[in-house]
């Protein structure tokens, strides 16, 4: 699937509304001022590879997880994965797929890391507890779902851009088979 998916704008079909000349999307991009932001829309239009385009155009680690298998362990290791991006000088575009689904501790934890790039963690039980804060390597959220209704207030508040993909027209359609014959040497 990956060899079908388009590496760039150009190659991206569909999607005028956002991608269009002059559209808001496509300039904020093309200037590499990318703010968090959620793409919603049925499945199989497109959030996941424009987000993949995203973070080559904008020379970002790509790091992709979803939502569903993912919990805090996981959030972690996406932390040290951009932690050490940021040490070499590369940005990390985060992906979070069906991000209507986080489990709402992992929803927690995100707040203060868009907000701040920091996470406030609790050591210690009762009396004895007490709360450190971890600074976060800066990163860009891209969330994606099919119900953005089921989106938490305080999570889709989070989001500087939130974009509506629609269906693909029966023309968009027809060019996507034809270049996914091309690639995969099919008639």
């Known amino acids: 699937a990956s060899r079908l ?13 956002l991608l269009g000349k002059g559209k808001l999307l496509r300039q904020l991009i093309e200037q590499d001022k990318i703010p968090s932001m959620i793409f919603w829309g049925p499945p199989g239009v497109g959030k996941t590879t424009l987000a993949g385009i995203i973070a080559k155009r904008t020379n970002a680690q790509f790091i992709n997880f979803s939502a569903v298998t993912s919990g805090i362990k996981e959030i972690k290791e996406v932390m040290v994965q951009a932690e050490n991006s940021r040490r070499m000088g590369i940005k990390t575009l985060l992906f979070v797929d069906e991000i209507h689904r986080l489990n709402r501790q992992v929803e927690e934890v995100l707040y203060p890391a868009m907000e701040d ?4 963690i609790m050591l210690g ?10 600074d976060l ?8 779902t099919t119900r953005a209704g089921l989106l938490t207030a305080p999570l889709r508040d989070r989001f500087g851009v939130i974009q509506r993909l629609e269906f693909y027209t029966p023309e968009e359609l027809k060019i996507i088979i034809l270049h996914s014959a091309r690639v995969l040497g099919v008639e």
Request: charged share 30%.
């Open 5 to 17: 998916r388009p590496e760039d704008l150009d190659g991206f079909v569909g999607q005028e509304h």
């Open 117 to 120: 790039f920091a996470i406030d």
């Open 125 to 134: 039980k009762d009396s004895t507890a007490r709360s450190i804060r971890l």
């Open 137 to 144: 390597p800066h990163f860009t959220l891209v969330g994606a």
